[in-house]
């Protein structure tokens, strides 16, 4: 787990620079919001993220924390959640929402594209079995409605299932009446979602951060 | 075979057309066929009896709605002969072949000695323009707009002023060159002329790029583009205009002239702003006047236009403010059946317009004063071509820099190359005056000649540049349910890193932005419960509305649309639950939500044709209907409540796996009652079938469809505006195992609570 002690020194940044991706000056700022979240101690929890006040009114607030804390998105092949993760995890996790450079191979872009759509896939797969099962859709779509009272919580279901209805048709096909789905596979996730760019909408710009502004 | 009767009867129409505008044919007639009698033409004084004109020829006094009623009708069958004719359509675009026509017709006008009519700006500016910048910015995708707003704005802005400078200061320059004749052109005449022929027009731009279906980006990007420059376009005229007499133009109007484009383009977007929240407010009303909505939409707009026009302000930007923001609160509002009309009327008005102003700006070619100078026209011409392509390379090359999604050099060609001219340009140099400017019809040659060339040689060559180049086209897929679900998992997720990241970005920004709407705007514009209806389950039940009327249209059941998931069903995907755990709690709830669901896919119902209906008043609309539904849903909990005291009739036998009616969970309703005496076999309905355990919550409207039951609907008269009544087909055909569903179904359909104990609400059971 790498930790940093006080201050990181260059060959440390040089180090995440080429494991993530990030430039050394996104890497400090980067930085500097981890220590600010996690008041200035080297591993961050879930609770220093929760105080996040704007994060109130998201509706898969849960899900985004979760998301920080899975080993899947920082460890290959490994599973579970961890209690706490240092600097390197947490700017791992944000290197998944970095955008593809410009000149980039069809392959490369097509190796980004799964890598973004495996963390979207995790989040989702809470239980890790592979496959994101009814409940686990339901479950999603619950969330996307929970701010939405009762009516929401109805719909929800409905709509989970015709989503999950579409899903096979599309990948699995024709199926006879006793044949049970199990759930959606990552390659099926792959396949349905083929019509948005992932690669260039999942990304937020860390060009211009100034965090020392806002103060939480 | 179809051709020649066509072709005849546009010569017909042709001939008529030539013959109504002459205005000296129609005293003659007069005269010939006053009918029977003396016809004194010495006036009215002398008081002698004639016998009394049974038939009368009196022209003069329809002439002018005749002749645009002519013109229109020529328009539109114009538009139909193209497309019987199937290898032209394909190679040349429509508007090409409209100025062709416009030409013909022109010539044939001068031919006969009449005078043609030339495309004049008050009517094309205030009856013609209109209707297609409505439709355009009615049906803008608003999405691809804002994301590209930067770019769109540095094209529109700095790329048209940049297109005028260049062309109007070296036109001035060539001017000035010896052996040209041109020295009396001036500087100020130079730039005028630069500003009126650099912007692109977003009529002709529309007419070529909907045929050559390209991809949404650079659509959106051109079309943004024409859209937008009207604002600089307007300053820049009336800047030029103003001071061309005075010959010199200081730093302070410079200056002023910066400032008239700020209040220029922000106050046609405040302007078309502020009209379309009245009409999203007063559509929150129109509940009981369903008929006159489509109007609130059109007027509101135009009002919006008239308004801006009249402080000289650009209506465009007024036009597309007002559509776009009156919008998503108008469409929560009112029917889908006044939706369905004003979308068909924007599209009908927008392209009998098109195809007017197509055909009109032929016949004022032929018409119009002409001041033929080679080396102006060619000069121009070229410059044209180099301006834009100089404006849109350097322009892409500082916005790459800031954009996530590249332009490519492909991307940039069909940019440069889609700058289409056209009517815009025309009617402004029309308006100038000839007194001010004595190069009026050389301007006005040179222009024509611009349109022509982009609007015939660009327009024709695009589509197999296009295909030359391999540039992505429109993707035709619909919005699948899971992309929308991920859309909006995906704005959340970016809006909660961002928040994480401390970083107050995009996301950050449009999130509170939908924040605000939801909270404060909505509850004003939006009737009833619509406003609180988040935008996931209005997708939804759009997507459910939507399916339920193909399925309709489809005959019921002959072929099933493809969105449909037709080869799975519930069962598939709903995990088998043991047959022992059955207990008959389980049952009643799953009966309360069978029931909730009837109530929710209310909207998949099938619709049935209406007898009649009042001109007045419309039947109340399925959609609207189901959420009344859904708001009285508490009264059906309390209704299931006491069927669920006749529990004791039911068992839950095992389904035998092969049991045709069973197998499926089936869905029933049969909600709205029109009125309808008559069943028919053929109507597919959904049917639930609560006894069935393996799917308590399943739908499954598509498996209903391949299987014809008989059923006997129970007709019932209601009133239109009784709103739900659940009527439960009974079932006629069944065999023994049938028993506790029918029995159940029996139930469900007793009559229950007596009506009477539901004031204003609609009785659930009949």
């Known amino acids: 787990m790498g930790s940093f002690q006080s201050l990181p020194d260059d060959h440390q940044y040089r180090t995440l620079s080429q494991k993530t991706g990030f430039s050394l000056e996104q890497i400090g700022i980067l930085h500097n919001r981890f220590k600010q979240l996690s008041q200035n101690e080297d591993t961050l929890r879930r609770d220093d993220l929760k105080t996040i006040q704007d994060l109130e009114s998201n509706p898969i607030r849960s899900q985004i924390i979760e998301a920080f804390f899975d080993k899947r998105n920082f460890q290959k092949d490994a599973t579970g959640s961890v209690q706490e993760i240092g600097f390197e995890e947490f700017l791992t996790v944000m290197s998944y929402f970095r955008a593809p450079a410009h000149q980039i191979t069809e392959e490369q872009r097509e190796e980004i594209r799964r890598a973004k759509l495996r963390f979207l896939f995790n989040m989702h797969d809470t239980d890790n079995d592979g496959t994101i099962t009814l409940e686990e859709y339901r479950h999603v779509v619950e969330e996307l409605l929970s701010r939405s009272g009762a009516l929401g919580r109805e719909t929800a279901k409905g709509i989970a299932d015709a989503a999950m209805l579409e899903v096979a048709s599309i990948t699995v096909g024709p199926m006879a009446p006793d044949e049970f789905y199990e759930g959606i596979t990552f390659e099926q996730f792959l396949k349905i979602l083929k019509g948005v760019e992932i690669e260039t909408r999942m990304h937020i710009r860390f060009l211009n951060m100034d965090t020392t502004v806002l103060c939480k | ?766």
Not at chain 2, 251 to 256: H, M, S
Not at chain 2, 436 to 441: A, D, L, V, Y
Not at chain 2, 530 to 543: N, T, V
Request: charged letters at 20%.
């Open chain 2, 1 to 766: 075979m179809e051709l020649k009767v066509f072709i005849v009867a546009l010569g017909l129409l042709l001939g008529s057309l030539v013959a109504a505008s002459s205005p000296a044919a129609s005293n003659g007639k007069e005269s010939s066929h006053s009918g029977v009698g003396d016809h004194e033409s010495a006036g009215h004084g002398n008081q002698s009896r004639r016998a009394f004109p049974v038939l009368s020829f009196d022209y003069e006094h329809v002439r002018l709605p005749f002749e645009i009623s002519l013109w229109v009708l020529l328009a539109s069958l114009m538009k139909l002969g193209f497309h019987l004719i199937p290898r032209i359509s394909s190679i040349v675009p429509e508007s090409c072949l409209l100025i062709v026509v416009g030409l013909l017709i022109g010539g044939l006008m001068k031919l006969v000695g009449e005078v043609p009519p030339v495309l004049r700006s008050d009517i094309f500016f205030l009856y013609l323009l209109p209707p297609i910048i409505l439709d355009a910015g009615y049906f803008l995708p608003i999405r691809p707009f804002t994301e590209n707003l930067g770019t769109i704005l540095m094209f529109a802005v700095v790329g048209t002023l940049w297109n005028s400078f260049f062309i109007g200061g070296l036109l001035y320059g060539v001017c000035q060159l010896e052996g040209v004749h041109l020295v009396h052109v001036d500087l100020l005449s130079c730039l005028l002329f630069g500003s009126i022929i650099s912007a692109v027009d977003p009529v002709a731009v529309l007419a070529v790029f909907e045929e050559i279906h390209i991809n949404e980006l650079l659509h959106i990007l051109v079309f943004g583009e024409s859209l937008l420059n009207d604002a600089v376009t307007v300053v820049l005229y009336h800047l030029f205009e103003e001071y061309s007499s005075v010959g010199t133009i200081t730093i302070t109007d410079v200056f002023l002239g910066i400032v008239c484009f700020l209040v220029v383009s922000l106050g046609g977007i405040v302007v078309g702003a502020i009209y379309g929240i009245l009409a999203a407010f007063t559509s929150r009303f129109t509940s009981h006047t369903r008929v006159i909505e489509p109007l609130f939409v059109f007027v509101y707009s135009y009002m919006a236009y008239l308004s801006a026009e009249v402080f000289h302000l650009s209506g465009i930007m007024a036009l597309i403010a007002c559509g776009a923001v009156m919008r998503p609160y108008v469409e929560a509002n009112i029917s889908h059946k006044s939706h369905t009309t004003t979308k068909y009327f924007l599209k009908m008005w927008s392209s009998v317009s098109d195809t007017l102003i197509f055909i009109f700006l032929g016949v004022s070619t032929v018409a119009g004063p002409h001041q033929w100078n080679w080396t102006f026209v060619i000069v121009t011409l070229i410059l044209c071509l180099v301006a834009r392509v100089l404006g849109v390379v350097g322009l892409t090359f500082v916005i790459n820099k800031f954009r996530i999604v590249k332009l490519t050099t492909k991307d940039q060609f069909i940019v440069a190359y889609g700058g289409l001219r056209g009517a815009i340009a025309f009617s402004l140099a029309y308006l100038l005056d000839i007194t001010h400017f004595p190069m009026r019809n050389m301007f006005l040659t040179a222009i024509i000649t611009v349109i022509f060339f982009t609007v015939f040689v660009q327009g024709m060559t695009i589509r197999p540049l296009v295909d030359l180049l391999a540039v992505k086209k429109k993707q035709e897929t619909k919005r699948s349910i899971n992309e929308e679900i991920h859309t909006q998992f995906l704005d959340h997720l970016l809006t909660g890193i961002e928040d994480i990241c401390g970083h107050y970005g995009h996301h950050h920004w449009k999130d509170k932005l939908n924040r605000f709407n939801k909270k404060y705007v909505k509850k004003c514009l939006i009737a009833g419960e619509r406003s609180k209806e988040p935008q996931l389950i209005a997708f939804y039940h759009k997507m459910e509305m939507k399916q339920a009327i193909e399925l309709v249209e489809s005959g019921g059941g002959a072929k099933l649309p493809s969105a449909l998931p037709s080869t799975v069903s519930m069962q598939n995907i709903q995990p088998k639950k043991p047959p022992a755990d059955r207990a008959l709690p389980q049952l009643s709830k799953a009966r309360e939500e069978e029931i909730r669901k009837i109530l929710r896919t209310n909207l998949q119902k099938t619709r049935m044709r209406l007898r009649s209906y009042n001109r007045h008043t419309l039947v109340a609309d399925p959609y609207e209907d189901g959420w009344n539904d859904i708001i009285k849903r508490k009264k059906m909990i309390e209704l299931e409540k006491k069927i669920s005291q006749m529990n004791n009739y039911l068992t839950v036998p095992a389904p035998p796996p092969d049991s045709p009616t069973i197998s499926r969970a089936r869905l029933a309703s049969d909600p709205q009652a029109w009125g309808m005496k008559t069943t028919t076999e053929s109507i597919p309905t959904i049917k639930v079938d609560l006894a069935s355990p393996q799917s308590p919550e399943s739908v499954n409207v598509v498996d209903e469809l391949s299987k014809k039951e008989k059923q006997q609907k129970q007709s019932k008269d209601k009133d239109e505006e009784g709103g739900l009544t659940m009527k439960l087909p009974e079932r006629k055909e069944k065999e023994g195992d049938e028993d506790p569903p029918k029995c159940l179904m029996r139930c469900l359909s007793d009559p229950g609570p007596a009506p009477e104990d539901e004031d204003e609400d609609q009785p659930f059971l009949p």
